[in-house]
């Protein structure tokens, strides 16, 4: 259940990627555990049916299981899915999902960050590895170019963040991005496409430098 209170919501299938192998079985005892969550009452599920996938998310007694046993990371319950972000946030927790199935195991969700970072920018994610953190953004709708002048000031700025991993959904908005950033050190970017088939191989790219992701995760931004 923390998973899904740290990323608002989850579906069945995002559930059965994290606990459960890709089995029929897999498949079904993803199922059971959660009607048997539901049915006790510790999860409920969105009142919106989006895209006709069945949307789980922690009640307040589930939170209070979760809290007696120190894994409630100081969130409170969330009221229902916001409509409006549900393809990003879907996206979002997808991400997270290939981050784990790599060993990247320590991420910090964008409402845990809210909660206990004070950070001039909140990311979707930030994943944490030989005492670094890096921001984890998901990109798939063009923001002004203002915007994205002053978000990358901010986070150039920002002590906390080693770097920044922007995942962007289209070839044309990634060369965009990339031009906009030429000026900056800490951001990359990578296509979604391309982190899904290449995963820890795939290559992030600025303006000034190029390498792997696992390359950046490993050595950071050069001095």
Same mark, same amino acid.
């Given at each position: 259940?923390?998973?899904?209170? *740290?990323?608002?919501?989850? +579906?069945? *299938?995002? =559930? ?39 949307? %789980? ?14 894994? /409630? ?5 969330? $009221?229902? =899915? !916001? ?5 990003? !946030?879907?996206?979002?927790? !997808? ?9 990247? #195991? #320590?991420? $910090? ?14 990311? /979707? ?9 890096? $921001? ?12 994205? *002048? #002053?978000?990358?000031? @901010? %986070? @150039?700025? *920002? ?9 962007? /959904?289209?070839?044309?908005? &990634? $060369? ?35 390498? +792997?992701?696992? @390359?950046? &995760?490993? +050595?950071? =931004?050069?001095?």
């Amino acid at each position: 259940m923390g998973w899904i209170l *740290e990323q608002k919501f989850m +579906t069945v *299938e995002q =559930v059965r990627r994290v606990f459960w192998n890709e089995t029929e079985a897999g498949k079904m005892n993803s199922y059971r555990r959660l009607l048997k969550l539901y049915g006790g009452g510790y999860l409920k599920r969105s009142r919106s049916s989006i895209y006709r996938n069945v949307l %789980y998310l922690v009640t307040a007694m589930g939170l209070k299981g979760l809290r007696a046993v120190g894994r /409630d990371r100081g969130l409170s319950e969330s $009221a229902d =899915v !916001d409509s409006g972000n549900y393809k990003h !946030d879907v996206a979002v927790t !997808d991400i997270r999902i290939m981050f784990h199935k790599w060993g990247y #195991d #320590d991420w $910090a969700s964008e409402r845990v960050i809210e909660a206990h970072e004070k950070l001039r920018r909140v990311p /979707d994610g930030m994943v944490y590895h030989r005492g670094k953190g890096y $921001a984890i953004e998901f990109e798939s709708t063009q923001k002004s170019k203002s915007r994205y *002048e #002053d978000i990358f000031i @901010e %986070y @150039e700025l *920002e002590r906390k963040i080693e770097g920044v991993i922007y995942i962007v /959904d289209t070839s044309v908005l &990634l $060369a965009k991005l990339c031009k906009m950033a030429s000026s900056y050190l800490k951001i990359r970017f990578v296509h979604l496409k391309h982190l899904q088939e290449q995963k820890l191989d795939s290559v992030l790219v600025s303006a000034k430098a190029q390498g +792997t992701l696992a @390359e950046f &995760l490993n +050595t950071g =931004v050069p001095e």
